[in-house]
Antibody, heavy 120, light 110 residues
Framework: QVLLVQSGAEVRKPGASVKVSCTTSGYTFTAYFLHWVRQAPGQGLEWMGWINPFTGATDFAHKFQGRVTMARDMSISTAYMELSSLRSDDTAIYYC?????????????WGQGTLVTVSS | NFMLTQPHSVSESPGKAVTISCTRSSGSIASNYVQWYQQRPGSSPTNVIYDDTQRPPGVPDRFSGSIDSSSNSASLTISGLKTEDEAEYFCQSYDSRNVVFGGGTKLSVL
């Protein structure tokens, strides 16, 4: 079955960076877009961007451009999201999601989420 | 960027039907597919409707989606409500480069 397993919770100080991994299994890693979505405590879902695991191409929501990097390692079917210059309002659960053949397709599979806490 | 506006909360009794709306602020609702996600407390979201009206495998046919161009909105209808349907529901759509989520609607079944 399709699984997306994310790395564990992280605590960072303001100004630091965090890198979250998303290890996939049960499907052809390079065939489907991967998105990153975050959810602040008690808040809604916020799309951050996508990566095409086949080409490595990425696109990000405007508010994260310059602060977010997305990458992948095809040899281990794993995607990464790194967010820099962290602020307290970056405290959130970060999800990786598997989309479809196109970036506009729905996210049928989600990781379990990674809590990132930004606190001094 | 456009916005998707949902009611903050809705409530209904078991066995009844409820409809959750999702109104697009700019651009035609019919031009880009709408997806719906269910999120129970403490869990990751799951997709319940994709491409406006389609149900993924395993989602009961009590869940249905529709589009209304006149109000520029999408709707999720859940019929025969069960207590297990109590959750938050998010709509999602996109434009040329962005994916946008609605703010979410908390459904209470009581």
């Amino acid at each position: 079955q399709v699984l997306l397993v994310q790395s564990g919770a992280e605590v960072r100080k303001p100004g630091a960076s965090v890198k979250v991994s998303c290890t996939t299994s049960g499907y052809t890693f390079t065939a489907y877009f991967l998105h990153w979505v975050r959810q602040a405590p008690g808040q809604g879902l916020e799309w951050m961007g996508w990566i095409n695991p086949f080409t490595g191409a990425t696109d990000f929501a405007h508010k994260f451009q310059g602060r977010v990097t997305m990458a992948r390692d095809m040899s281990i079917s794993t995607a990464y999201m790194e967010l820099s210059s962290l602020r307290s309002d970056d405290t959130a659960i970060y999800y990786c999601t598997r989309g479809g053949y196109n970036w506009i397709d729905a996210s049928y599979f989600w990781g379990q989420g990674t809590l990132v806490t930004v606190s001094s | 960027n456009f916005m998707l506006t949902q009611p903050h909360s809705v409530s209904e009794s078991p066995g009844k039907a409820v409809t959750i709306s999702c109104t697009r602020s700019s651009g035609s609702i019919a031009s880009n597919y709408v997806q719906w996600y269910q999120q129970r407390p403490g869990s990751s979201p799951t997709n319940v409707i994709y491409d406006d009206t389609q149900r993924p495998p395993g989602v009961p046919d009590r869940f249905s989606g529709s589009i209304d161009s006149s109000s520029n909105s999408a709707s999720l209808t859940i019929s025969g409500l069960k207590t297990e349907d109590e959750a938050e529901y998010f709509c999602q759509s996109y434009d040329s480069r962005n994916v946008v989520f609605g703010g979410g609607t908390k459904l209470s079944v009581l």
